[in-house]
């Protein structure tokens, strides 16, 4: 066994199961990959509980922590309560001021607690909050990685997104964004790697980047 492996966790977006990351390859010679995947919450469940609740699915030390959209903002959380080589925020938020203003209009008037009930039946508007596309011809894409649509979990996710309470960047993570991210298009200013054409997917449809550059960005 390698005992110098690094071993990197990769969180998913919102509703996405992780097999958005099946492209994601890594030198096997020196890092291991784990998927985490979305656990179902409590409706009271508060964000920060939540996170150290993730946080013991990660079974080694010194970790690399990689997370998309809401899962960027949750590994950012998580990274709060572990001790990590590299943090990887990819496709969210680096705070709260960056939310989109129809979000924080959500946040304002509430309307998030009466919002998620039509997801879970209605994935062309899951997919337009999730991945900032509707559907058009790539239903059946959404329905591969779109598959976490338990109603507890879409309520809670949804309001905790608009309710995030992060004022500033963390210090040391390294955000990447694309600068055609319709779902946060508010967020390659700062300390941000930005990819040219990257939209909200681009962990699915520009893995090649990610493939060429996580490796000497880990180790950087």
């Given amino acids: 066994m390698n005992t110098k492996l690094t071993h990197v966790y ?3 977006g ?11 390859k890594l030198p096997e ?3 291991e990959v ?13 964000f920060q509980a939540y996170a150290k609740r993730m946080c013991t699915f990660i079974k080694h030390d010194n970790i690399v922590l990689l997370g998309v959209s809401f899962g960027g903002m949750l590994v950012q959380e998580m990274s709060k309560y572990l001790t990590v080589k590299k943090l990887f925020v990819v496709s969210s ?6 939310l989109p203003k129809r979000l924080k209009l959500l ?3 509430k309307a998030y607690k009466i919002l998620p009930t039509q997801l879970v039946s209605n994935i062309d508007l899951l997919a337009k ?3 900032g596309e509707t559907i058009k011809k790539r239903v059946d894409l959404y329905k591969k990685y779109l598959s976490v649509n338990n109603k507890t979990y879409l309520d809670w996710a949804i309001k905790h997104v608009v309710c995030w309470e992060q004022e500033e960047a963390i210090p040391n993570a390294i955000y990447i964004h694309g600068d055609k991210d319709a779902v946060f298009p508010h967020s390659c200013g700062g300390n941000c790697i930005v990819i040219k054409g990257g939209t909200h997917i681009m962990i699915i449809n520009k893995f090649k980047w990610f493939n060429e550059n996580l490796p000497k960005l880990i180790e950087g």
Wanted: aromatic fraction near 14%; glycine fraction near 0%; hydrophobic fraction near 40%.
């Fill in 93 to 98: 938020v680096k705070s709260h001021h960056e």
């Fill in 129 to 131: 909050y999730a991945l």
């Fill in 10 to 12: 990769l969180m998913p």
């Fill in 29 to 31: 010679t020196s890092y």
């Fill in 107 to 109: 946040k304002v008037t």
């Fill in 14 to 24: 919102m509703a996405a199961n992780p097999s958005i990351f099946e492209y994601i």
């Fill in 34 to 46: 784990h998927w985490l995947e979305w656990q179902i919450p409590t409706k009271t469940e508060t």
